[in-house]
Nanobody, 118 residues
Framework: QVQLVESGGGLVQPGGSLRLSCAAS????????MGWYRQAPGKQRSLVAR???????TYVDSVKGRFTMTRDNAKNTVYLQMNNLKPEDTAVYYC????????????WGQGTQVIVSS
């Protein structure tokens, strides 16, 4: 059974930075296209960054140039470096595999809360 544990969130002022971590067990993250998702209050969860098995990353326009997703194969962990944070980045952040079939998503972790506020 795959378990995902996200961490690294917190309260940060606009313009600040955070580094989120997602440690996986029960699978090998380098074997899958992985993604960071976020869910803001009252909104659906959505994909904001993805990292394919080859190590190439893509981002939604709203975070492009500010967020960077990476992977540490030795630690079986994916990261999301978030710079120049904005209030609209406030959300709970989750990691999971990226798939076109929602039934193939792994069980969601608890997520990590990011609050961007002055």
């Amino acid at each position: 059974q795959v378990q995902l544990v996200e961490s690294g969130g917190g309260l940060v002022q606009p313009g600040g930075s955070l580094r989120l971590s997602c440690a996986a067990s029960g699978t090998i993250v380098r074997a899958w296209h992985m993604g960071w998702y976020r869910q803001a209050p009252g909104k659906q969860r959505s994909l904001v960054a993805r990292l394919n098995v080859a190590g190439a990353s893509t981002y939604v326009d709203s975070v492009k140039g500010r967020f960077t997703m990476t992977r540490d194969n030795a630690k079986n962990t994916v990261y999301l470096q978030m710079n120049n944070l904005k209030p609209e980045d406030t959300a709970v952040y989750y990691c999971n595999r990226v798939t076109t079939d929602d039934d193939k998503l792994w069980s969601w972790g608890q997520g990590t809360q990011v609050i961007v506020s002055s």
